[in-house]
């Protein structure tokens, strides 16, 4: 009977979690932003149009699951922006379950709370409901491959090719996640053996391969899911670069590696061999190019807010909303993030209960880390680690049940003080140096007017 309380309130709460989530995102579903999209909303708009009433895809400059799920959209519900953020909607809080899931099973209850609750009311990813923005099919599917991963060790072994398709599903959306397919599949095989691996391996390749053959009948060359990517990592890693994308840099290597450029893939190409030969020839800029992204990486979000409200995409906002709603966007990252590093310092990442599960959303936070470290950072790069974030600090809720039979050793617990403290300070500073260096921008956006600026990106 007591099981049955519980398990009801359980259920309740959970309800109430994933209420509150789409609640909240509901608002950017029946108040839409007053612009028309622009810069990569109005890629994917386009790319979804040209699908829709000419039936093929073109070059690959952008992985293509967005812009067919954009389709999809519009040859039902019709060119309606409203359907397709009612569906981003139902697809964040489809994120809030799926980190409730992670942080009940590797932590518990009040953490699995907690966790929902962080992502359920985190500004930019409400924000991103009304945005055409691939963000918002990422996030889900990469949150799910998550989830499934997790539960691989309770689950039939089938699940393990089900979480192989969802990764290669969220790489069709954002090809940043391929090289993480196979340190799943190693961290996989470590709890479940080769089998589990292989299975998740091949489900990866089944999905992702189609989409590599169609390119190589496109191009004539091999492209394994966008052309994008040699663009990014020279923009990364060139003589000019500043750790995040500018557009006169852009502008002056369009004018230099691009200009005899024979189509897109081309440019791919000349990306990644012009930036192999900066990494090569400059070691040392390239690794301090490298801590700069790091920080635009792991940055408050407040390029991507003043960047997109001065396009006026949001309308004039009256200051009295404006200003706290814009603190509460800048703000919620340096906090989760803190709250996520003192729960791993104080929790690990192997709670009782779930040994070393933990380990794969470190994994995931150290690779994201290195794929931004070989491209360049931009604050919103980091959303899709948010669920983790929001796992970890979420730890900080749960009491522990069972005491702990051996206290742990005085140099661990001090190492772990001195991590955190060390950690606290560097972001602390990234935080202080980023909001000094885009205080004029702020406040031009936030002022009189500023919904009109049109900043540059």
């Not at 959209?73 to 980190?99: D, N, S």
């Not at 942080?103 to 966790?115: C, F, Q, V």
């Not at 959303?383 to 749960?398: E, I």
Request: overall charge positive; glycine content about 10%; some cysteine.
């Amino acid at each position: 009977m007591g099981n049955d309380v519980h398990e009801r309130n359980a259920g309740m709460t959970l309800i109430l979690l994933l209420s509150l989530a789409f609640t909240l995102r509901l608002v950017f579903v029946i108040f839409p932003a007053d612009g028309i999209p622009f810069s990569d909303m109005k890629d994917y708009h386009d790319q979804a149009c040209t699908l829709l009433t000419k039936g093929i895809y073109g070059p690959a400059l952008r992985p293509p699951l967005y812009p067919l799920f954009l389709m999809s959209v519009y040859r039902i519900a019709g060119k309606e922006y409203i359907f397709v953020r009612l569906i981003q909607a139902l697809m964040g809080v489809g994120v809030c379950f799926f980190t409730y899931a992670i942080a009940l099973r590797l932590y518990g209850p009040r953490a699995g709370i907690a966790a929902g609750l962080i992502v359920a009311c985190y500004p930019s990813l409400i924000l991103y409901t009304c945005l055409l923005m691939s963000e918002n099919l990422f996030i889900f599917l990469l949150a799910a491959s998550l989830w499934l991963l997790l539960g691989t060790a309770q689950n039939r072994t089938s699940s393990c090719f089900t979480a192989g398709v969802l990764l290669g599903l969220a790489c069709l959306t954002r090809s940043v996640l391929v090289g993480f397919i196979p340190l799943a599949a190693l961290w996989l095989m470590g709890r479940r053996g080769r089998i589990a691996a292989l299975l998740c391996m091949l489900g990866a390749v089944c999905t992702i391969t189609p989409w590599t053959v169609r390119n190589g009948h496109f191009y004539r060359r091999f492209v394994l899911i966008d052309s994008y990517g040699g663009y990014n990592f020279l923009i990364g890693n060139n003589p000019e670069a500043t750790g995040r994308q500018d557009r006169e840099v852009v502008a002056r290597l369009t004018e230099t590696c691009w200009k005899t450029w024979k189509d897109d893939a081309h440019r791919a190409a000349v990306g990644y061999r012009e930036g192999f030969r900066f990494i090569v020839t400059h070691p040392a800029r390239f690794l301090h190019l490298g801590i700069t992204k790091m920080g635009y990486l792991y940055g408050p979000e407040i390029r991507e807010l003043s960047w997109g409200y001065s396009r006026n995409f949001f309308g004039e906002v009256p200051q009295p909303l404006l200003i706290p709603a814009a603190a509460a966007v800048i703000a919620a990252f340096p906090l989760i993030a803190v709250l996520a590093i003192f729960g791993l310092c104080l929790r690990g990442v192997a709670p009782p209960g779930w040994r070393g599960g933990g380990a794969l959303l470190v994994l995931a936070v150290f690779y994201f880390s290195a794929a931004h470290f070989l491209t360049f950072g931009e604050s919103r790069f980091h959303l899709p680690l948010v669920p983790v974030f929001a796992v970890f600090a979420g730890s900080l809720a749960q009491r522990d049940e069972k005491p702990v039979k051996e206290p742990p050793r005085a140099v661990w617990a001090a190492a772990r003080i001195i991590i955190f403290a060390a950690l606290l300070v560097l972001l602390s500073l990234n935080w202080a140096v980023r909001l000094g260096g885009d205080w004029v921008r702020l406040g031009r956006v936030l002022g009189p007017g500023g919904n009109t600026a049109s900043l540059d990106y």
